[in-house]
């Protein structure tokens, strides 16, 4: 079993960033890809950016793409989301998720994520 705690959300203007995290409990961090999705109200939950279990290989979605960047410290069993230039269209739940992973793949797909977080607010003011 994995438990997921994000944080780092809040309130920010068009144009500023914020740094999520999500911190996972449980032994073997490291054979874990992550990955961290959004939802807005009244929307689907949609990919935001994934990483393989090593951390050399990330994939981001086209909307976020130069402007998001994912990362993770498995030393800290933690991973990242630092979120630069932000539009009010960002502003969504934020939730991590973790997919037991026996190769360097990267997962894009929320079927392929086993465990979840309860999610971090981000609201993006114009």
């Known amino acids: 079993q994995v438990q997921l705690v994000e944080s780092g959300g809040g309130l920010v203007q068009a144009g500023g960033s914020l740094r999520l995290s999500c911190v996972a409990s449980?032994?073997?961090?490291?054979?874990?890809?992550m990955g961290w999705f959004r939802q807005a109200p009244g929307k689907e939950r949609e990919f935001v950016a994934g990483?393989?279990?090593?951390?050399?290989?990330?994939n981001v979605a086209d909307s976020v793409k130069g402007r998001f960047t994912i990362s993770r410290d498995n030393a800290k069993n933690t991973v990242f989301l630092q979120m630069n230039s932000l539009k009010p269209e960002d502003t969504a739940v934020y939730y991590c998720?973790?997919?037991?992973?026996?190769?360097?793949?990267?997962?894009?797909?929320?079927?392929?994520?086993?465990?979840w977080g309860q999610g971090t607010q981000v609201t993006v003011s114009s």
């Open positions: 998720a973790a997919a037991l992973s026996l190769t360097g793949r990267v997962r894009v797909h929320r079927y392929e994520y086993e465990y």
């Open positions: 449980g032994r073997m961090f490291g054979n874990y890809a």
């Open positions: 990483i393989n279990r090593s951390g050399g290989n990330t």
